[in-house]
């Protein structure tokens, strides 16, 4: 029996579509720039050069491809938890729990073909547009482009397989549904259990303390050579990956704190609330947009570092003002690239708050019956996108603070001639660019919902099934 | 000048009430002039079978639903033309409600769900409202579940703190949509009893819907409806009186 819907399947294959679109344009754009130099006779090794660019790509898409398995994944953990009284049903009459996961796994699978294969077409039609207007706008040279690299299989499969093991990992909850949920009077689960993590939440600690110690131990070797900076790569990504590990220790206690700021209204108190109801799901809801604003932060931070480092060094020398416009330039790209990134995890919040609204009917009925008005349930879901995007912006910027800042003092601190603190610099740009992109998100975020919400009328949401 | 509810003795009233759904050939009448006042300081069981239009009566009762046409009141206030907001209002300020299920709203303690009306109109209990409530949980039970979550509560539990709740803020009206439907009868007896003596020792009007003869035999009047039309209007009966009226009714269909 297949309970395949393409309207619950949207997202998800927004999702896919999204990240193999990128992966797909982004190589064939870098294959494309790769053609060019390799046209032009100055340069000597072009297909060095052809690798190295398809390399960074791939780093991107990697980024860019985890996010959106996170995001796929707590889409269809959500989607499982509205379905509980089906599965329940069907375990009931006979089927078998592994077969139950097995089909959504399998609907896992089509969603990923789908928007791999929209993707590869989108990505493609995108790269052949752009080229052939930069050709004729004669912005770059009329070369035999190649759009079918052996190297475009990476992403495009890479999205299937992400997908599905994405439906996997979020159908776990499959096992759990007792067919007794079908009769009597089941309660919703109030939690999700966050029992058996202790291994991965000390793997995480362990990443984490191992990876600060070597960004320390970066720095200090920053003190005698910038190549300090490379073990502070290390360092980074280490630490880094365990956070990532160990989001669900670390985003429910950001989602509180930002919860107390709300105020102490009643609908800023049950958004509050409602933000920390499932760890699980607000983890992997807001976990994305943490990988991407701790990027972009990490880049801007470092290179607003770096600049105001050497307009200091090279003020009134030549070259001075080219310098800072490659450096700009570099931020500009490879944050336009992470915002790809940043985008998809937007759209996992967007729909997670979507889908967390209409589980919630029943309780939104009792809210409305007891006295809440329309604007108050749509204060509260409003407050409850705002604390999710303004935890994870929060975390982001905190984290990406430090590893541009240890980035930058490894990599400059002898910049001067002799060992010095470098002083991090915060680009005003960016906190203008990042408020107003979280104010965004949440505010998309929150018109359907609230919308659907004041729709739902006490009677109907209270009527016993 | 007009008669008022109060003058009546009564604490909600409807006059004239008719409520139908849907149009054309796929209308369905709940309710046809039903005109019926709710008496101060009583316990009223409201009684019918399954569609006799008891629910949507006390829907429309305690502003969560609109007429079609007919007026209703709660105190001196004429509901019938207000627009969602000020209906909000009625239902926070001066109405109390425990319902068959999913009361309690999950992410709030046991005490949070029973401060819950307080919050919403954003006001904090007053000295003499917060000996009330200390009253009321201490005569409940519900003493040292306090810092408890609702799914952490037995059946019954759930149905105190929701009774809590709803005589919390003294409303003028508490309604009760089958209060005891999901309890076993030893907690739905428990569950009654704590109705009615709240009505007896603090003078609380109840209105409750059920189709429960042994629900309705602790009510001090009993309202039968059948087919959106009030039938019968008596004093306290015993659960076997109310029985025999119940199949003397179907029988006469």
């Given at each position: 029996?297949?309970?395949f819907?393409?309207?619950?399947?949207?997202?998800?294959?927004l999702v896919?579509?999204?990240?193999?679109?990128?992966?797909?344009?982004?190589?064939?754009?870098?294959?494309?720039?790769?053609t060019?130099?390799?046209?032009?006779?100055?340069?000597?090794?072009?297909?060095a050069v052809a690798?190295?660019?398809?390399s960074?790509a791939?780093v991107?898409?990697?980024?860019?491809?985890?996010v959106?398995?996170v995001?796929?994944a707590?889409?269809?953990s959500?989607?499982?938890a509205?379905?509980?009284r089906?599965?329940?049903?069907?375990?009931?009459?006979?089927a078998?729990?592994?077969?139950?996961?097995a089909?959504v796994?399998?609907?896992?699978?089509?969603?990923?073909v789908?928007?791999?294969?929209?993707?590869?077409?989108?990505?493609?039609?995108?790269?052949?547009?752009?080229?052939?207007?930069?050709s004729?706008?004669g912005?770059?040279?009329?070369?035999?482009?190649?759009?079918?690299?052996?190297?475009?299989?990476?992403p495009?499969?890479?999205?299937?397989?992400?997908?599905?093991?994405?439906?996997?990992?979020?159908?776990?909850?499959?096992l759990?549904?007792s067919?007794?949920q079908?009769i009597?009077?089941?309660h919703?689960?109030?939690?999700?259990?966050?029992?058996?993590?202790?291994?991965?939440?000390a793997a995480?600690?362990v990443l984490v303390?191992?990876?600060?110690?070597?960004l320390?131990?970066?720095?200090?070797a920053?003190l005698v050579?910038?190549?300090?900076?490379?073990?502070?790569?290390?360092g980074?990504?280490?630490?880094?990956?365990?956070?990532?590990?160990?989001?669900?220790?670390?985003?429910?206690?950001?989602l509180?704190?930002?919860?107390?700021?709300?105020?102490?209204?009643?609908?800023?108190?049950?958004a509050?609330e409602?933000?920390?109801?499932?760890?699980?799901?607000s983890?992997?809801?807001?976990?994305?947009?943490?990988?991407g604003?701790?990027?972009?932060?990490?880049?801007?931070?470092?290179?607003?570092?770096?600049?105001?480092?050497?307009?200091?060094?090279?003020?009134g020398?030549?070259?001075?003002?080219?310098?800072?416009?490659?450096?700009?330039?570099?931020?500009?790209?490879?944050?336009?690239?992470?915002?790809f990134?940043?985008?998809?995890?937007?759209?996992?919040?967007?729909?997670n708050?979507?889908?967390?609204v209409?589980?919630?009917?029943?309780?939104?009925?009792?809210l409305?019956?007891?006295?809440?008005?329309?604007r108050?349930?749509?204060?509260?879901i409003?407050?409850?996108g705002?604390?999710?995007?303004?935890?994870?912006?929060?975390?982001?910027?905190?984290?990406g603070f430090?590893?541009g800042?240890a980035?930058?003092?490894?990599?400059?601190?002898?910049?001067?001639?002799s060992?010095?603190?470098?002083?991090p610099?915060?680009?005003?740009?960016?906190?203008?660019?990042?408020?107003?992109?979280?104010?965004v998100?949440?505010?998309?975020?929150?018109?359907?919902?609230?919308r659907?919400?004041?729709?739902v009328s006490?009677?109907?949401?209270?009527a016993?099934e | 000048?007009?008669?008022?509810?109060?003058?009546?003795?009564?604490?909600a009233?409807?006059?004239?009430?008719?409520?139908?759904?849907?149009?054309?050939?796929?209308?369905?009448?709940?309710?046809?002039?039903?005109?019926?006042?709710?008496r101060?300081?009583?316990?009223?069981?409201?009684?019918?079978?399954?569609g006799s239009?008891k629910?949507?009566?006390?829907?429309?009762?305690?502003?969560l639903?609109?007429?079609?046409?007919?007026?209703?009141?709660i105190?001196?206030?004429?509901?019938s033309g207000?627009?969602?907001?000020?209906l909000?209002?009625?239902?926070?300020?001066?109405?109390?409600?425990?319902?068959?299920?999913?009361?309690?709203?999950?992410?709030?303690?046991?005490?949070?769900?029973?401060?819950?009306?307080?919050?919403?109109?954003?006001r904090?209990?007053?000295?003499?409202?917060?000996?009330?409530i200390?009253?009321?949980?201490d005569s409940l039970?519900?003493?040292?579940?306090?810092?408890?979550?609702?799914?952490?509560l037995?059946?019954?539990?759930?149905?105190?703190?929701?009774?809590?709740r709803?005589?919390g803020?003294?409303p003028?009206?508490?309604?009760a949509?089958?209060p005891?439907?999901?309890?076993?009868?030893?907690t739905?007896?428990?569950?009654?009893?704590?109705?009615?003596?709240?009505?007896?020792?603090?003078?609380?009007?109840?209105?409750?819907?059920t189709?429960?003869?042994?629900?309705?035999?602790?009510?001090?009047?009993?309202l039968?409806?059948?087919?959106?039309?009030?039938?019968?209007?008596?004093?306290?009966s015993?659960?076997?009186?109310?029985?025999?009226?119940?199949?003397?009714?179907?029988?006469?269909?």
């Open positions: 029996m297949s309970s819907s393409v309207r619950e399947h949207v997202p998800s294959i896919a579509t999204l990240s193999s679109t990128f992966g797909v344009a982004l190589l064939q754009g870098t294959d494309a720039l790769a060019m130099i390799a046209a032009d006779s100055t340069f000597g090794s072009s297909a690798v190295a660019l398809a960074v791939l991107f898409i990697a980024i860019a491809t985890y959106g398995a995001v796929t707590n889409t269809f959500t989607i499982i509205g379905r509980t089906t599965i329940a049903l069907l375990r009931l009459i006979g078998s729990a592994r077969g139950q996961r089909a796994a399998r609907e896992g699978l089509v969603v990923g789908i928007g791999a294969a929209i993707g590869a077409l989108l990505g493609t039609a995108a790269t052949a547009g752009i080229l052939g207007v930069a004729l706008a912005v770059v040279p009329w070369l035999q482009y190649s759009f079918l690299e052996p190297v475009l299989a990476v495009v499969v890479g999205v299937v397989l992400t997908t599905w093991i994405a439906s996997w990992v979020g159908s776990r909850r499959v759990t549904v067919p007794m079908a009597g009077a089941s919703e689960r109030s939690a999700d259990s966050v029992a058996h993590r202790r291994g991965r939440n995480a600690l303390i191992i990876g600060v110690l070597l320390g131990l970066g720095i200090l920053g050579s910038p190549a300090g900076v490379l073990i502070g790569v290390v980074g990504m280490l630490s880094f990956t365990g956070v990532v590990l160990g989001a669900q220790v670390i985003m429910p206690r950001a509180r704190l930002v919860g107390r700021v709300l105020g102490g209204s009643a609908s800023a108190r049950l509050a409602n933000a920390v109801r499932y760890p699980e799901r983890t992997r809801t807001t976990i994305g947009i943490v990988i604003v701790t990027l972009i932060t990490m880049f801007a931070v470092a290179g607003g570092t770096f600049q105001a480092l050497f307009d200091r060094l090279l003020s020398e030549e070259g001075a003002a080219e310098a800072s416009a490659t450096i700009d330039a570099v931020v500009a790209i490879f944050s336009v690239l992470i915002g990134s940043a985008l998809i995890a937007a759209v996992g919040l967007v729909n708050l979507s889908l967390s209409l589980q919630r009917t029943r309780e939104l009925g009792l409305r019956a007891l006295g809440f008005t329309a108050q349930l749509r204060g509260m409003t407050a409850e705002a604390q999710l995007t303004a935890a994870a912006v929060l975390v982001g910027l905190v984290l430090f590893y800042w980035g930058a003092q490894s990599l400059l601190a002898l910049v001067t001639g060992p010095s603190f470098v002083v610099v915060v680009p005003p740009l960016l906190i203008v660019l990042l408020v107003m992109g979280a104010a998100v949440t505010v998309v975020a929150s018109i359907a919902p609230s659907r919400a004041t729709r006490p009677v109907t949401a209270l016993v | 000048m007009e008669i008022t509810t109060s003058d009546l003795g009564l604490v009233r409807v006059a004239q009430l008719s409520k139908s759904y849907g149009s054309g050939a796929t209308e369905v009448t709940a309710l046809r002039d039903v005109s019926i006042g709710i101060k300081g009583e316990f009223t069981a409201i009684m019918g079978p399954s239009g629910s949507t009566l006390m829907h429309i009762m305690a502003g639903d609109t007429p079609t046409s007919g007026r209703v009141w105190g001196n206030t004429d509901i207000l627009g969602d907001t000020e909000t209002m009625i239902r926070r300020r001066r109405v109390g409600f425990v319902f068959q299920a999913f009361n309690l709203v999950p992410t709030l303690d046991i005490e949070g769900n029973i401060l819950l009306p307080f919050e919403l109109d954003g904090r209990p007053s000295p003499q409202e917060r000996a009330w200390d009253e009321l949980v039970g519900l003493r040292d579940r306090l810092r408890h979550r609702p799914h952490e037995s059946g019954g539990q759930q149905q105190r703190v929701a009774i809590a709803a005589l803020s003294r003028e009206l508490v309604f949509d089958e005891t439907g999901n309890l076993d009868s030893r739905g007896r428990e569950v009654l009893s704590l109705l009615a003596s709240a009505t007896r020792s603090a003078g609380q009007s109840i209105a409750m819907v189709h429960d003869p042994v629900a309705a035999s602790y009510a001090d009047r009993i039968f409806l059948a087919d959106g039309a009030v039938v019968e209007d008596r004093g306290r015993s659960a076997a009186e109310i029985s025999s009226f119940m199949l003397e009714m179907e029988q006469a269909v």
